[in-house]
C-alpha cells in the first residue's frame, strides 16, 4: 500500500520520529549520558518502513552515541585486548578494558566512517572502555585538516585514572563543540592518581582555545585542582556563556582569586558556579565593569564553608545584575555576621535579582543554639529583593515559621511565583504557621502559583503537608480573602500534594469562591510536579 502524501513532506516525518528521540532540554542534567529517553529500538524500525523514514530515522539513531565503540566498529574491527586494575576510591581497584585493533581500516571502512561521523552531535566517554589512541591517531591522519566528527556540539566524559582520557578528547575537538562536561572522580584519590587526573585535564584544557574556540559550555567537577597555570588558558574562551567549577584543594586558596581577575574580562559569560572559600576575602581583586552580562552565580560551601565569604564578594564584584543566586551546602555559624554578608550580597544585585535558592546546613555555633533555628533570619536578608519570583531555602535542623515571621514578609515580593521552605523535625504548634496565616499571606501574593511547606496547623493540630488526605469539614474560606479560585486551588494542591476533596465537602462550602476552589481540587486529585526543591523546569514552565 502507499504512504499518505503526507509522508514526503520532510517536517512531517521528522515530527514524528522526534517522539522516539531525547527529549533535549534548556538544562544540562548531572549525567554522563547523552542518550537520556532514547528508543533505540522504535528507532531502528523506523529506518526500516520506507525511505521517507530512512534518513532522519537514521540521523536520530547516530546523533547521541553513548560511546565511540558503535562508530570506530564502522571502519574497524575492534577486540578487547587487555583489562587492567586502576586504583579507585579507598584503595578499591577497578577493572578497565582497553580496546584496540590489529588491522588497518579499508577503503571502504574510512568512507562509511566519514558518512556516518556527520551525523554525530552528542557523546558520552564511558569511564570503564578506553580506546587504543593509536586508532584516533590513525583516523586523523586520513583526513588531517577536519575533526573526527566535524558536526560534534557536546561531549560528556568522566575523569579517570587511565592515560587515554585527555587523548580521546581532544581528537574529538572541533570548531563546532559548544559543551563539554568533565566528571572526576567521585572521592579523592592517592597522590599519583591525583597527578595523572590533573596533567589530563590540564591538556585538554590547553587544547581548547585552538582546537575548540566557540565553546559556550564547560562544566568541571574534579578533585586534582591545584594551581592556575592548566585554568587559564579558559579565559581565552571569548565566547564561554556557561562555567561551572567545582574543586576540592587546599592550593586553591592561592590561586583561585587571580583567575576570577581574569575570568572577569569574559564579555559573555552568563552562567557560573564557583567553590565557596576563604579564597575570596584573602585574594580577590575588586573588578570594577567585571562579568557584564553575569546572570545566574552558584557557589557551593562544600558542606564546610559558612556565609562570612560573601560579604568580600560582595564588595569585590559590583554592580551586579543577577537574575539567579543559589548558595547550597553552606554552613551557618554567627547568625548576626552570617546573614549580614547575604544581605551585603543581595543588596549589591537586589535591582534584578528574581531566583533564590538556599540550601544551608547548622555550623557549630548552630549546633550549640538550643531550639530550632528562626527562619526570618534565612527571609530578612530577602525582603529587599522587590522583584523576587522564586524562593527555596532548605536547612538540614528544625526551623520556625510562625504567622508573625508571614506578617514580615507580607507583601514584600509582589511578583513571588513559588515559595518553598524545607527543614527537619520537631514539627510542633508553635513551630509552624496556621492554615489562616497562609491565607492571610496568599492575600498579598497574587502571582504566586506553588506554595511547599513542610507542616500547618489545622484546627490546632500539626499536620504534615504531605500526609494531608482530607481537609476539616469546617475549613472554610471566605471570598474576599480568595482572589482567583483556580490559582487558588493550585496553591493548595500544592501545599496539599495528596489531598482528596469528598463529595459532601462541596454541599458544605457556603462561599461562592470556596466552592470553585473544592471543585477545582477534585477535578485535579494529583499533583503531578511534586518535588521539594524549585527546579530548573518548574521555573521555565513559569516563565513561559
Not at 562570612?308 to 537574575?323: I, K, Q
Not at 513571588?416 to 498579598?444: C, H, M, N
Not at 466552592?515 to 524549585?534: D, G, Q
Request: positive net charge.
Amino acid at each position: 500500500m502507499k504512504h499518505h502524501r503526507a509522508l514526503d513532506v520532510h517536517d512531517i516525518v521528522w515530527s514524528i520520529l522526534q517522539h522516539f528521540g531525547r527529549v533535549r532540554s534548556g538544562t544540562l542534567p548531572y549525567s554522563c549520558s547523552v542518550d537520556v529517553g532514547k528508543d533505540w529500538r522504535a528507532l531502528v524500525h523506523c529506518s526500516l518502513v520506507s525511505r521517507a523514514f530512512s534518513r532522519p530515522a537514521i540521523h536520530l539513531l547516530w546523533r547521541e552515541l553513548p560511546s565511540l565503540l558503535p562508530l570506530l566498529s564502522l571502519c574497524l574491527h575492534l577486540n578487547k585486548a587487555e583489562s587492567f586494575s586502576v586504583v579507585g576510591a579507598f584503595d578499591t581497584r577497578c577493572e578497565e578494558t582497553l580496546w584496540r585493533s590489529n588491522s588497518a581500516p579499508t577503503q571502504r571502512g574510512l568512507e562509511r566512517f566519514a558518512h556516518f561521523a556527520t551525523f554525530v552531535e552528542y557523546i558520552s566517554i564511558l569511564r570503564r572502555e578506553h580506546i587504543d589512541p593509536t586508532i584516533l591517531i590513525l583516523l586523523s591522519q586520513t583526513n588531517p585538516d577536519q575533526p573526527l566528527l566535524p558536526m560534534l556540539r557536546e561531549i560528556r566524559c568522566q575523569g579517570t585514572v587511565s592515560p587515554f582520557l585527555d587523548t580521546t578528547v581532544t581528537h574529538l575537538l572541533g570548531p563546532r563543540l559548544c559543551t563539554l562536561l568533565i566528571y572526576g572522580n567521585q572521592y579523592p584519590m592517592l597522590g599519583a592518581v591525583k597527578t595523572h587526573e590533573t596533567y589530563a585535564i590540564r591538556h585538554i584544557l590547553r587544547e581548547l582555545p585552538s582546537k575548540a574556540p566557540h565553546l559556550q559550555e564547560l562544566y568541571i567537577y574534579q578533585h586534582a585542582a591545584r594551581d592556575a597555570s592548566r585554568m587559564m588558558s579558559i579565559v581565552q574562551l571569548h565566547d564561554l556563556r556557561t562555567l561551572r567549577i567545582w574543586c576540592q584543594s587546599e592550593a586553591r586558596e592561592q590561586w583561585f582569586g587571580p583567575f576570577m581577575s581574569r575570568l572577569a574580562k569574559l564579555e559573555h559569560l552568563r552562567d557560573h558556579e564557583l567553590p565557596l572559600g576563604h579564597w575570596i576575602a584573602d585574594t580577590l581583586p575588586t573588578a570594577i565593569g567585571g562579568f557584564p552580562q553575569l546572570r545566574k552565580l552558584r557557589l557551593d560551601g562544600e558542606s564546610r564553608q559558612d556565609m562570612l565569604c560573601l560579604r568580600p564578594l560582595a564588595r569585590g564584584m559590583p554592580p551586579l545584575r543577577l537574575e539567579r543566586l543559589e548558595v547550597v551546602n553552606t554552613v551557618v555559624n554567627s547568625f548576626a555576621d552570617d546573614y549580614g554578608a547575604l544581605e551585603d550580597l543581595t543588596s549589591a544585585c537586589a535591582d534584578a535579582l528574581a531566583i533564590v535558592i538556599l540550601g544551608l546546613e547548622p555550623g557549630r555555633d548552630a549546633l550549640g543554639r538550643r531550639g530550632p533555628m528562626p527562619v526570618f533570619n534565612f527571609l530578612r536578608p530577602l525582603v529587599q529583593l522587590r522583584l523576587l519570583q522564586f524562593c527555596d531555602i532548605s536547612y538540614s535542623r528544625s526551623l520556625t515559621i510562625t504567622d508573625d515571621d508571614l506578617r514580615k514578609v507580607r507583601g514584600a515580593w509582589p511578583l513571588l511565583k513559588a515559595f518553598v521552605l524545607s527543614w527537619s523535625r520537631p514539627y510542633k504548634a508553635s513551630t509552624v504557621p496556621s492554615f489562616r496565616g497562609i491565607v492571610d499571606f496568599l492575600q498579598e501574593a497574587p502571582h504566586l502559583m506553588e506554595l511547599r511547606l513542610q507542616a500547618i496547623t489545622m484546627d490546632g493540630e500539626v499536620a504534615r503537608c504531605v500526609k494531608v488526605n482530607t481537609l476539616p469539614s469546617n475549613l472554610m474560606v471566605e471570598d474576599e480573602h480568595i482572589h482567583d479560585p483556580a490559582a487558588f486551588a493550585r496553591i493548595l494542591r500544592t501545599l496539599f500534594p495528596n489531598v482528596r476533596v469528598r463529595e459532601g465537602a462541596l454541599e458544605n462550602a457556603l462561599s461562592s469562591k470556596w466552592s470553585i476552589v473544592m471543585s477545582r481540587l477534585r477535578e485535579n486529585p494529583t499533583y503531578t510536579h511534586l518535588v521539594y526543591r524549585v527546579s530548573d523546569d518548574v521555573i521555565a514552565n513559569y516563565t513561559q
